[in-house]
């Protein structure tokens, strides 16, 4: 079935470093949301792309779609502790564009 | 404060115990949504209301409930339930089904409830 996947599952970082997570669909998604949720809150909505190839940012945040529309990515530079939390990415269901199909998740540790 | 408000909090219930969850949203949203997140798993969507009716429900086990009397309430009726029906319940609500173009999702606190 479909399936959309986030690498890496875990990062830790040290304040300061740059962190990346990837998110990938084994279909073409026709957006795809980010979503951040804090430990022990709930996920809060970061971001929509939607175009092929779209960069949008979010002061430290660089979020991206690909060209073929089936990966996105999220870079945060300089990483604080505030950015401790688990990212998720989602994207609609084939076949029906308002039901939303999830990813794990990457949870980033950030050491002061 | 989110916008989307759930009680409890918390919840310990044994399992021949009947319990429900309540979320309430003023944001004006049509689409509300039932999802269920448990450790090392995605987040599991299993109901969806647009304008109060059922649009979605993800082949939920008959003890979970779900009730929308109006566009702002939901309601999730908890019985018989088994010790692997602990997790958060999250409720979420949208301004369309699928989440719309800028806002998508937004989520309440949920209820951590923990099936004994």
């Known amino acids: 079935g479909q399936q959309v996947m986030q690498i890496p599952q875990y990062q830790h970082v040290q304040e300061g470093e740059d962190f990346t997570t990837y998110c990938n669909s084994s279909?073409?998604?026709?957006?795809i949301q980010w979503y951040k949720q804090r430990p022990g809150g709930h996920p809060v909505f970061l971001i929509q792309l939607v175009k092929s190839g779209e960069v949008k940012k979010q002061k430290r945040l660089t979020f991206q779609f690909g060209e073929a529309k089936k990966n996105s990515s999220l870079h945060i530079t300089a990483t604080q502790t505030t950015d401790v939390g688990t990212y998720f990415c989602a994207g609609p269901r084939a076949g029906n564009n308002r039901k939303l199909i999830w990813g794990l998740g990457t949870s980033l540790a950030v050491n002061p | 404060e989110t916008g989307v408000t759930q009680t409890p909090r918390h919840l310990v219930m044994g399992m021949t115990n009947k319990k429900s969850l309540k979320c309430e949203q003023h944001l004006g949203h049509n689409a509300m949504y039932w999802y269920k997140q448990s450790a090392k798993k995605p987040l599991e969507l299993m109901f969806v209301y647009n304008f109060k009716e059922q649009t979605e429900n993800n082949s939920v086990p008959s003890r979970f409930s779900p009730e929308c009397p109006n566009s702002s309430h939901l309601f999730l009726h908890l019985h018989t339930l088994q010790p692997e029906d602990s997790a958060l319940y999250l409720c979420?609500?949208?301004?369309?089904?699928?989440?719309?173009?800028?806002?998508?999702?937004?989520f309440g606190s949920g209820t951590r409830l923990t099936v004994v």
């Open positions: 979420a609500s949208s301004q369309e089904e699928g989440g719309g173009l800028l806002n998508g999702y937004t």
């Open positions: 279909t073409t998604l026709s957006n």
